[in-house]
């Protein structure tokens, strides 16, 4: 870069790694701050006025995102399009538009402070949640709230970068998705955001249109002012402000090797995934949203191995019917044909608040009434989540997973439910596909311990280690504090995830693995050295998980993970994958 001077000194900020890739570029901050919001008491007969502007004003909203549907239909993020589509259907949801008429009539608020009371309400319930994703979605809300309040000022969201001349770093507070998804890599060399994670949106929508972004950066704002040289490390998540010339010759000789490692994945995508020797290795997908079936086509998955089916209840005052639910498993299934799709059943309860469920708080909301423990409480809500996943799979290849099992006296319950589902769509005279797999997620202790029961009884087994860490290590894996502990390397992990493995292998049963430890290039190396020969992961994540599976042999990750397994500690056992193979990973790993 010929305008790169050295500066006095640099100034490294640490964030979290939101979109792999790095650059180097000047910085432009954008001033994202939420709109100003007037309260101010309205009068009781004027709530019909106040609502009638809230209603225009959720129309110019919607059409706002639906026009930049329509900028970004060609673009790399067209598969993220069903993002869009949830914000679309947040902004026009008769539950949000009920909350605010209640201000507006009970608080006698006008438009912009009942919207805003409504929004904040939503978004706190969600903000509050354990599970990271669902504590994403608490910003959703809020940007559904700014679009509807700059609506009701009447002041368009300023178009960003579409005019400037050179590419440049964006800096901001925060993006909304819909801004996000009007970027491209022409205009746009990377996103820095004060807040945020992995999981929010506009982190997935960089990752589509493979923009490096580095998010949840604090205090950054004070840090970067526009003009700023900045070295923007999305592998792993830094920002180097004011570098000096030697760090930005080596920060762009690291982008370039990335650039050719990142084509050499995308070559990767469509070739089976593995090991050198070639023993294969299944990579299906993990997604929430009907519309990342396309991505995880996009990426080269053999299927989807987890839909999170729970996220068809959020935000809504009743639960979804039995159509609406069959049309959005239809819909992934033939997304993903001829490949399979595991639906789970919903993981609703505990941390993950669902206003239809009318559910007491409870003290201990991850050991409390959630997942399968709630579908057997609520027969009725559970029965009707079955029926419509029979007769989705009338459309493709289905199987069916519960989450959160404890104990066979479940698992058979759910057997009596799912019996009791096919004989109801029978009765309908409705399409259906014989011998519907029902699987289980190993992420309980107890179930782990028994799995050859298990094995038995179940079609298959994955393993879902967010939740087995939590609860094997007894440690709350939304505690900072804690965060040293909850490692799937814990030698406490391994030894179940081997049993597990041994046991679905002694009865002829599917072992996968669908944790975020599947995401892992150094640990999904070593999940097959345990015998695992199945992961679903982050579908941004196959191209890079495949082929740091292809550089070993089976007798190379099976003799590590045969050491690991003699190893008493997280941290010897992180020491040891880390020189056994992540030497091997490091491209793809830290991107140098």
């Known amino acids: 870069m010929d305008d790169v001077s050295a500066p006095q000194s640099s100034l490294a900020l640490v964030g979290i790694a939101g979109a792999p890739g790095l650059a180097v570029g000047r910085a432009v901050v954008v001033d994202t701050k939420r709109p100003g919001v007037a309260h101010r008491h309205i009068e009781p007969d004027a709530a019909l006025a106040e609502l009638a ?33 949830a914000y679309i259907l947040m902004i026009e949801d008769e539950t949000l538009r009920g909350e605010v008429e209640r201000q507006m009539r009970t608080e006698h608020k006008c438009a912009e402070w009942a919207l805003d009371a409504a929004v ?9 949640a354990e599970d990271p994703y669902l504590a994403e979605r608490s910003h959703d809300f809020e940007f559904v709230g700014d679009r509807i309040q700059m609506a009701l000022s009447g002041q368009p969201r300023v178009p960003l970068v579409s005019d400037r ?32 994670a992995r999981t929010n949106h506009t982190a997935i929508l960089a990752r589509a249109l493979e923009i490096p972004a580095v998010v949840g950066v604090k205090g950054l704002l004070d840090q970067v002012g526009t003009g700023d040289l900045l070295v923007v490390d999305g592998n792993r998540g830094r ?26 994945m995308l070559v990767e995508r469509d070739r089976p995934a593995a090991t050198r020797c070639g023993v294969a290795v299944e990579l299906k997908a993990n997604i929430e949203l009907p519309g990342e079936a396309d991505v995880a086509v996009a990426h080269g998955a053999q ?38 799709v595991t639906l789970r059943t919903f993981d609703i309860g505990g941390d993950k608040f669902v206003s239809a469920f009318h559910l007491p708080p409870d003290m201990n909301p ?57 004989a109801d769509v029978d009765r309908a005279g409705h399409a259906r596909a014989d011998g519907i797999p029902l ?149 793809l790993v830290y991107g140098r």
């Open 165 to 196: 001349g050179e590419a440049v770093v964006i800096v901001a507070h925060d993006l909304s998705p819909a801004e996000t998804a009007t970027f491209s890599r022409e205009h746009v060399l990377a996103l820095v955001t004060e807040v945020g």
């Open 53 to 85: 502007r809230f209603d225009q004003a959720v129309g110019s909203a919607s059409k706002g995102l639906r026009e930049v549907m329509e900028r970004v239909r060609t673009s790399r993020a067209r598969a993220e399009l069903s993002i869009l589509e």
């Open 439 to 587: 699987g289980i997620m190993v992420e309980v202790p107890s179930a782990a311990v028994m799995a050859d029961e298990f094995a038995r009884e179940s079609a298959f087994l994955s393993i879902g280690t967010n939740d087995l860490v939590q609860y094997c290590l007894a440690v709350d894996r939304g505690s900072p504090g804690l965060a040293y502990l909850a490692t799937p390397f814990d030698p406490a992990i391994l030894r179940l995830i081997r049993g597990v493995v041994v046991a679905g292998a002694a009865h002829g049963r599917e072992v996968s693995v669908c944790g975020a430890m599947a995401s892992d290039p150094i640990a999904s190396a070593l999940l097959v050295g345990l015998g695992v020969r199945s992961l679903s992961l982050e579908a941004a994540a196959i191209p890079k998980v495949k082929m740091a599976i292809g550089r070993f042999t089976i007798d190379e990750v099976e003799q590590a993970a045969a050491h690991a397994l003699t190893l008493a500690t997280a941290a010897e056992i992180e020491d040891w994958v880390a020189k056994t193979l992540g030497e091997r990973l490091v491209d």
């Open 366 to 422: 991850a050991l409390g009434l959630r997942a399968v423990r709630l579908g057997l409480a609520r027969p009725e809500l559970f029965g009707t989540q079955l029926r419509a996943m029979v007769r989705a799979s009338a459309h493709g290849r289905l199987s069916i997973m519960v989450p959160m099992v404890a104990s066979l006296t479940e698992l058979r319950a759910v057997k009596g439910l799912l019996e009791s589902a096919i």
């Open 303 to 340: 299927g989807v191995g987890l839909y999170r089916t729970e996220f068809l209840f959020l935000e809504r005052t009743e639960p979804p019917s039995e159509d609406a639910q069959y049309a959005v498993y239809r819909r992934v299934l033939e997304t993903v044909h001829p490949c399979p």
């Open 120 to 128: 904040r309400r939503m978004a706190a319930q969600l903000g509050g």
């Open 239 to 264: 920002v180097i402000v004011g570098p000096d010339a030697a760090t930005v010759d080596e920060a762009m000789a690291r982008a370039e090797r990335y650039k050719v490692a990142a084509r050499a």
